[in-house]
């Protein structure tokens, strides 16, 4: 941390890779998640790592489906944990969400680090630690398939982050309705959710919980015409479609 100079152009984005190295030596990061973090970063320059219109209108319609859900649940995973702790416990909060450790590389240890770095942003509680992992998802072999019968086994609308594409299909096929935050907008997750908001989880998060603080005014019907003409499709050919104008831009002013 200290040898990054304060004037460097990209010092935020040197910061976050500290962030995720310490969370790494606390057990909370798996090194794959360095690995899936590097990806996202290449992602997140493509997009000119500002949070674009197709990411806006996603994070609307997301912040509407959080208030109109029954039971939602935050699924959080290392890299969440280690970049934006503070944020998904105020996003509970608003969304009256439940919050759960969900892991690829599950391992006690390091549920037990991300329920207490959980713990200390202020969480009330957090599902999916231990024995609450009770419950299995169908059809899905890796360890995210144990989740909470109280969280993610019961909910409506499962928020998540980072996540290989076989979960995101399972949880679809059970009926529910997930939104996924993934810089890559080519993912099988991207493709599969109900809601992709491609955007960095740094930034996503945070704008995600002003949304749903603003759109709390707004009647239950208001929010249902948010939600009902929403087409995934079209916002993740929006993103593409970005991408390849942006490039084609800068490949003309060189
Ligand atoms: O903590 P665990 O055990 O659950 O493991 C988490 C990782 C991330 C290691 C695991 O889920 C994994 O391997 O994920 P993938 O398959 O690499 O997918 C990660 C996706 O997130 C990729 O499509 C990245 O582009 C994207 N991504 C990376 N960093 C960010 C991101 N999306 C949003 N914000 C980021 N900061």
Redesign the pocket.
Known sequence: RDLIPENHPRRESLLIREKLVEAMEKSI??P??L???G???C??YLIGEKTQSFAEKAIEVAAAMLLLAKSPVISV???MAA?VPEDLVKLAEEANAKLEV?????EVK?ERAIAEVLYKANAKEVLGVGEDASATIPELFSE?RRVSPRGIYIADVVLL????GDRTEALVKMGKKVIA????PL?R??RTATVTII????R?IPKLVLKVRELKSKSRQDLIQIVSNYDNRKIIAEALRYISERLNQLSLSL
Do not use: P
């Open positions: 990061l798996v794959q998640g690995i899936a973090h990806r996202g970063e992602f997140d995973n290392g890299n970049l969900n892991l690829f590389y599950r390091r995210r982050g980072l996540e290989d935050i993934d810089l890559n993912s997750t991207s955007d960095n989880i740094t996503a």
